[in-house]
């Protein structure tokens, strides 16, 4: 296990790079810390919840990893290392296996393809942040989809049918659990087996028992899952599908395509893999017709069109660098190796000028590094933070009286870090306002469109972080004569400037909060039954104008 040792140490240097442009944060981005808050809930007893005795919801992506990560809190506290060893084992694994491949299985040393490919995922920005530093399910799904992968092109006439079947299984039951994008990922995955074993065996029985096999495990893992779902939550799918589906299929796809705009715009190499696979397939197709049909350049160039393809379905993301084509990526670039004449890797030298030119190419993200100094996701690691400290000093600051719900827009750290009730004012974690709205605005910022003003005031928050909440040192710099809310800001506008709203003015109130036993004050918007209920010998409250 010497090769695989070595990669290991390779993701962990490659972590720890990571660790340094985005913040030195080790607890993950905010989704993360959703993730958290849920894995802590289950693990102590209380079910998959977002707020302990609040509804059951199903705010998380993947079932697979909120089970790890609740399997992780029944040892430790500081479940945030044991996240982050697993993702960097897990994204080791998957290097690893594509080494194998690329050196034929080979474990002696490694290849001028094995260390052309591992530098290139290497200087491919956002591959090490979405995979292992953030501590999301991406490892995982990238680990999935990638050993998935690999023992289908590796399938041969060698192969032990019964364990590559039983291992499939296994494969399908994990990916069906870890993501709802494997209900489009596993009949592709079950297809191209088919196609491979009939290629092998050209016998249409032997091709119909696996097919059988793979499908029914498939099948049945769907319904098993979506009737738990069903009888748990009261949904099929989970609530993030809810608090994130578009208008329809048409704004979907503009998404998508904006998405993939981007995406080669920022990583224009993919752009030269797509044409390199099209001038190959051209070169050789009269020469190896059946070959490059069922070959390994097929193979992962259909699977890399089809995973650029599910952004068109699914509207695309709004985090930067592209997380939802991180896992594909290393297959990606295995396409790109396997298609790529030697004489490009012949000498470490012919490798250093690839890994350059192709470094050189992301432009984007270079520039933001270089020249602004940061680097385009460093706000999720730093969301978390925030969110985290806020919530603890809203502990500390109301410990005197019962806490006030809060109302928020970032979801993960928040809750984490709060011993109150939290109300996701994106409905991510709150089934009614996912829910308010069957077909969300696609006018409105991608992913957080889910806000409706008639919830809103249903669910009543006893305080909202909105434009201008915060805490400050003193009094001095809290008040404020006639406070102007800035109606562009993130907040004014994914609340859809709920502040100018006649309900809300009589409901609630923009005020400076003291505590006699704090040293802080805290600048926020108030509801006034709250603000009655709070003791006047210990708290005070001055209310601000605002426009």
Not at 95 to 106: F, G, Q
Not at 296 to 313: E, V
Not at 327 to 356: A, G, H, N, Q
């Amino acid at each position: 296990m010497k090769k695989f040792l070595y990669i290991f140490v390779y993701v962990v240097f490659l972590t720890g790079i990571s660790y340094v442009i985005n913040g030195k944060s080790l607890i993950g981005i905010d989704d993360a810390n959703i993730y958290m808050t849920y894995m802590r809930n289950f693990a102590n007893g209380h079910g998959f919840v977002y707020n302990i005795g609040g509804e059951r919801v199903e705010g998380f992506t993947s079932l697979l990893w909120t089970l790890i990560g609740a399997l992780f809190y029944k040892l430790t506290i500081h479940v945030e290392i044991l996240l982050l060893v697993t993702n960097i084992i897990l994204t080791s694994f998957c290097l690893y296996n594509i080494s194998r491949t690329l050196d034929e299985k080979n474990d002696a040393w490694f290849s001028n393809k094995s260390i052309l490919f591992l530098l290139l995922i290497g200087v491919t920005p956002g591959f090490i942040d979405w995979t292992v530093f953030s501590l999301m399910e991406t490892g995982l799904w990238c680990f999935l989809i990638t050993t998935t992968a690999i023992k289908i092109i590796e399938y041969n006439l060698k192969t032990n049918k019964i364990s590559h079947y039983a291992l499939l299984s296994l494969l399908i039951i994990a990916l069906v659990t870890c993501r709802p994008e494997a209900m489009l990922w596993v009949p592709v995955f079950i297809s191209m087996n088919i196609l491979k074993e009939y290629h092998l065996s050209t016998l249409l029985r032997i091709v119909g028992k696996g097919s059988i096999i793979l499908f029914s495990v498939f099948i049945i893992s769907l319904i098993f899952l979506i009737t738990w779902r069903l009888n748990y939550f009261g949904y099929p799918f989970p609530n993030t599908y809810y608090a994130k589906v578009s208008s329809g299929i048409i704004d979907n796809l503009k998404f998508g395509k904006k998405y993939l705009v981007a995406l080669f715009v920022q990583k224009p190499f993919l752009l030269f893999i797509i044409f390199s696979f099209l001038y190959y397939l051209y070169s050789n197709i009269k020469r190896r017709k059946n070959e490059l049909l069922y070959g390994k350049p097929s193979i992962l160039f259909a699977l890399m069109c089809f995973s650029l393809a599910i952004p068109l379905y699914t509207g695309g993301d709004h985090f930067e660098l592209h997380r939802f084509i991180m896992p594909s990526l290393p297959l990606i670039l295995l396409l790109f190796i396997l298609i790529l004449e030697r004489k490009y890797y012949e000498t470490i030298r012919d490798v250093l000028v690839v890994v350059t030119l192709l470094f050189f190419s992301n432009t984007y993200n270079l520039r933001d590094v270089a020249i602004n100094g940061s680097y385009p996701i460093r706000q999720e690691w730093s969301i978390a933070v925030r969110g985290r400290n806020t919530s603890a000093e809203l502990n500390n600051f109301f410990s005197q009286t019962t806490l006030p719900s809060q109302g928020v827009l970032t979801a993960g750290g928040s809750a984490y870090g709060y011993k109150g009730e939290t109300i996701d004012l994106l409905g991510l974690n709150n089934t009614k306002m996912a829910h308010a709205s069957k077909y969300k605005d696609p006018h409105l910022f991608k992913n957080h469109a889910s806000f409706d003003k008639n919830t809103f005031f249903d669910l009543a928050p006893d305080i909202l972080w909105y434009e201008g909440a915060s805490f400050f040192e003193n009094y001095r710099d809290a008040k404020i004569e006639k406070y102007p809310v800035n109606t562009s800001s993130l907040s004014a506008i994914v609340f859809q400037n709920i502040h100018t709203d006649n309900r809300f003015k009589a409901n609630y109130a923009f005020c400076v909060i003291s505590n006699n036993q704090s040293t802080k004050v805290l600048r926020i918007f108030a509801n006034n039954k709250f603000i009655a209920r709070l003791d006047s010998i210990i708290y005070k409250v001055e209310k601000i104008d605002y426009k």
